[in-house]
């Protein structure tokens, strides 16, 4: 088992970047594929990204693509989302997962999630 902590959310103007990190405990961290997930106002929770457990392979939805980048440090336990050229519509509760598998994107564990909100 593994238990994730997101941080760096806030309030940011649309063009603007935020740096999600996401915390994991264990030992086990660098064995799972990890994603981040997003979830807005009355919208089902939706993928945006994940990663290999070896950084080797990356995954985007098609919303996000050139504008977020997802990256690992095993060593440090830690996930991260590079979120650039932010959008109104990229507002959401942003939750990182370790996945059962990138492939599947399905997700085993969940963090608490962290708020993004971006004005226009």
């Known amino acids: 088992q593994v238990q994730l902590v997101e941080s760096g959310g806030g309030l940011v103007q649309a063009g603007g970047s935020l740096r999600l990190s996401c915390a994991a405990s264990?030992?086990?961290?660098?064995?799972?594929?990890m994603g981040w997930f997003r979830q807005a106002p009355g919208k089902e929770r939706e993928f945006v990204a994940g990663?290999?457990?070896?950084?080797?392979?990356?995954a985007y939805a098609d919303s996000v693509k050139g504008r977020f980048t997802i990256a690992r440090d095993n060593a440090k336990n830690t996930l991260y989302l590079q979120m650039d050229s932010l959008k109104p519509e990229d507002t959401a509760v942003y939750y990182c997962?370790?996945?059962?598998?990138?492939?599947?994107?399905?997700?085993?564990?969940w963090g608490q999630g962290t708020q993004v909100t971006v004005s226009s």
């Open positions: 997962a370790a996945l059962g598998a990138l492939r599947t994107r399905s997700p085993r564990y």
């Open positions: 264990g030992r086990t961290f660098s064995m799972y594929d």
């Open positions: 990663i290999n457990w070896s950084a080797g392979s990356t």
